[in-house]
């Protein structure tokens, strides 16, 4: 089973360009299952559903509840963002979970789960898309700990740990990873415990999924670092077989977006089980 997180930028930047390199990459992947963050949606156009039907997947929307500092950003108001989920398999529930924050801030972040109909057992499968203050790592432990009571909620009697995906704004060493993770501090919800997939990576792989090396991230002046992240519930028949990058370089000349995918391939407990 492939797992791909990736924040998609909006549409920031030559976004109709940027698009057709987002398709090019995801095609040449084969995930089967995908979180997607800053996720547009205007004029009766859906970017998560063009990507399902050009690559034949099903697909889950969650519009952001405030969007209005993005809008200003664009200076247009009919564009909306949010969160999705594309899905080898049918999505067969799917609830949203607006994120907590201070109302001089909010802009609307919010966690996706679906629950997605795989023949051999459901997949709780979650997508989010923290805050991105710098300074706002109080905020975003906050935010984790709805998150892991949200995932504790919606994980449901299925024996596949719940995967969650998504732009956490915050460094593997941060406070607000290590919570959530729950094995380095205790964890928000008793005994529910994630492992950061990209503990699995090759030590020697790139790593930074805000990297300044892509033209989006320099001209921001930060410096890189590994801030999207791929999280598997402990227990269940699941084992990460591998990690890495992609979307990392231009495509045709195009940057798909600000932010490299992380890519997890992940095997069951059983023969046949992610198949």
């Not at 952001?64 to 809008?71: I, K, L």
């Not at 269940?236 to 195009?254: C, N, Q, T, Y």
Request: hydrophobic share 45%.
């Amino acid at each position: 089973m492939r797992v791909v997180t990736w924040n998609l930028w909006w549409r920031f930047g030559p976004w109709e360009a940027r698009q057709k390199a987002i398709l090019t990459v995801l095609r040449e992947l084969r995930p089967d299952v995908v979180g997607l963050q800053e996720v547009w949606a205007a004029g009766g156009e859906n970017l998560a559903e063009w990507l399902a039907g050009e690559l034949g997947l099903h697909w889950a929307w969650a519009p952001s509840h405030a969007p209005e500092r993005w809008q200003r950003r664009i200076g247009d108001a009919s564009v909306h963002i949010g969160n999705a989920v594309l899905s080898r398999w049918p999505v067969a529930r799917q609830e949203v979970l607006p994120l907590p924050a201070p109302s001089d801030v909010d802009d609307g972040r919010a966690a996706l789960h679906t629950r997605l109909a795989h023949p051999a057992h459901d997949i709780p499968f979650f997508t989010t898309h923290l805050t991105s203050q710098l300074h706002a790592s109080a905020l975003r432990c906050r935010q984790v700990t709805a998150l892991a009571e949200f995932v504790a909620h919606h994980r449901g009697d299925t024996p596949f740990p719940p995967i969650v995906t998504g732009d956490f704004n915050a460094w593997p060493d941060s406070d607000e990873i290590r919570l959530f993770g729950g094995y380095r501090t205790a964890p928000p919800v008793p005994r529910q415990v994630f492992l950061d997939a990209w503990e699995y990576a090759d030590p020697a792989a790139p790593w930074a999924t805000w990297d300044a090396a892509n033209p989006y991230v320099a001209t921001g002046g930060t410096p890189s670092a590994r801030i999207d992240y791929v999280h598997i519930g402990v227990g269940g028949p699941v084992r990460v077989r591998a990690v890495r990058r992609a979307g990392d370089g231009p495509v045709d000349g195009v940057w798909p977006s600000d932010h490299a995918a992380v890519v997890v391939d992940l095997d069951g407990g059983e023969a046949g089980a992610l198949s």
